[in-house]
């Protein structure tokens, strides 16, 4: 035996331990990470929603966008603020002119998952004067275009009123509100507020903690946004600045010192809070304002009942064609059957670590990779049949076999690949994750049954054939006149010599 066959024949040893462990039954921390099966909406039921654009808002857009691309900029936004919950393989697409489905498998807090993703996001920085605003209160905004700056609207508390360093940087800098974020606003209730920034003089938001392990959002502004706050907090030192998201009061924490940095913090939210506010700032607003026009809880399309069957048939399957390939090749069949429970075990451990979502079509994904790393086998085996009945010696007839079926396997296996990458890119296009995740299922499966047909079994049968007890040629799978070249023996006198022998 070579020394580099037993090195690596030791790297898939602790390879093969290492997988095991992580495709072991349970979930475990593994490198850092949470390794576990993630299941699809089909396998564990999830959340499904469906959001509409509010009658009218389509007809109010900017000039140059139209109606499908806002809705398109809509459902690429939801898509991030989705992944960004954590949801694997959620299904984020558009049904008709106004219409976004949302389908979230294993969600745990439906609530606070629609209002991530349905809220758009308009945040804005209230001068509130004197008076601190209560959480959730709905106010009503001005950003200082409308020339009613610093007025107090009818039954305005003096509190309310915008002071003059305040209405001098928000005239300078500040637009109309849009008409998206205006309809997405709550019922207004008592007087207009000034508005001294808005969420887009933020550059990035993330959550964090105080020393008392409190929640927050920490926040880094523009350097436009960086220059309003400083003269803003400068000048109104004990006053209170209300954070708004989409009308509808966050915190309204009182300015202890001024806030030249360009950075700062969201406190006073809960942890559920700060993660939808952190997620609403870092990919923006919705172009459109939508409304939940359904939202329902949907069950397992499979019950457990049948998962169990269909698992049970796998097993069966999988059982018959190691019975076939023990039986037509022999030895290298068991040499098959042993390197295919290897690539079984990698492979659910990738399934594990990355993590991917098995949905009924991953699965089928995954066990049409089955059956490709069984024909890669195949291929090998029938090539080291041929090189058998020329005569050659068992250790050429394996590394022939390997060496002429080496292109066949890489050209077939390179053409499904070139497939998957193509399912990739429609499934993400058109937002059919169930095609992408039979893609990636599949891809994984072909990039691991090639490892192990060219690695694991090669360096197997070389270890095989060093072992003098197992060089009979019929356990090869040829019988003795194949080998010696006199085929035109009759089978059965063959079948006894070789027994003979």
Not at 156 to 183: D, K, N, V, Y
Not at 291 to 296: N, P
Not at 478 to 501: F, I, K, N, W, Y
């Amino acid at each position: 035996m070579r020394r580099s066959t037993g090195i690596v024949l030791l790297l898939i040893a602790l390879l093969t331990m290492f997988s095991a462990y992580v495709a072991w039954p349970g979930s475990r921390t593994v490198l850092g990470r949470e390794a576990q099966v993630v299941r699809g909406l089909d396998l564990q039921g999830g959340l499904q929603v469906l959001l509409r654009a509010r009658p009218g808002a389509l007809d109010k857009l900017p000039e140059g966008k139209s109606p499908a691309e806002a809705m398109n900029d809509a459902r690429q936004i939801i898509e991030q603020r989705v992944n960004s919950l954590g949801v694997s393989e959620p299904v984020v697409q558009r049904q008709g002119a106004d219409r976004i489905v949302v389908e979230l498998p294993g969600v745990k807090d439906p609530e606070q998952a629609i209002k991530t993703f349905q809220g758009t996001g308009l945040l804005e920085f209230v001068d509130a004067g004197d008076t601190p605003l209560q959480p959730d209160t709905v106010v009503t905004t001005s950003l200082g275009a409308t020339g009613q700056q610093g007025a107090a609207s009818p039954g305005q508390t003096p509190g309310a009123q915008a002071t003059p360093a305040s209405t001098a940087q928000a005239g300078a800098a500040e637009t109309a509100p849009t008409p998206a974020a205006t309809a997405a606003a709550p019922a207004p209730q008592g007087p207009t507020y000034q508005t001294i920034m808005t969420g887009a003089d933020i550059s990035s938001a993330s959550i964090g903690f105080t020393e008392t392990r409190e929640p927050l959002v920490q926040f880094k502004l523009t350097g436009e946004g960086s220059k309003k706050f400083g003269t803003f907090t400068t000048n109104n030192v004990q006053k209170y600045l209300a954070i708004v998201l989409d009308k509808r009061v966050v915190s309204s924490p009182q300015i202890q010192q001024a806030i030249t940095g360009g950075e700062g913090q969201i406190t006073g939210v809960s942890r559920a809070e700060a993660e939808t506010l952190a997620i609403q700032l870092r990919y923006g607003s919705l172009p459109v304002p939508l409304t939940i026009e359904s939202s329902s809880t949907v069950g397992a399309t499979l019950g457990q009942d049948s998962v169990d069957r269909s698992i049970t048939a796998g097993t069966i399957g999988v059982i018959a064609v190691g019975i076939f390939m023990i039986l037509y090749y022999r030895l290298p069949g068991v040499v098959s059957v042993v390197a295919l429970a290897i690539y079984s075990v990698i492979v659910f451990a990738l399934f594990k670590l990355i993590p991917i979502t098995l949905t009924l079509a991953g699965i089928a994904g995954f066990v049409l990779s089955i059956g490709m790393a069984v024909d890669a086998n195949v291929l090998i085996f029938a090539r080291m049949k041929e090189e058998l009945r020329r005569g050659r010696s068992l250790l050429q007839a394996v590394e022939a076999g390997f060496r002429n079926a080496w292109p066949s396997i890489r050209d077939s296996n390179v053409s499904t690949l070139i497939t998957c990458a193509i399912l990739v890119w429609f499934g993400s296009t058109f937002g059919a994750s169930i095609i992408r995740g039979f893609a990636f299922t599949l891809a994984i499966g072909v990039i691991v049954s090639m490892f192990t047909a060219i690695v694991v079994t090669r360096s197997l049968l070389r270890i095989v054939v060093s072992i003098p007890a197992v060089r009979h040629i019929w356990l090869w799978g040829v019988e003795r006149d194949e080998a010696g070249g006199t085929t035109a023996q009759r089978p059965g006198a063959a079948l006894s010599s070789t027994r003979a022998q």
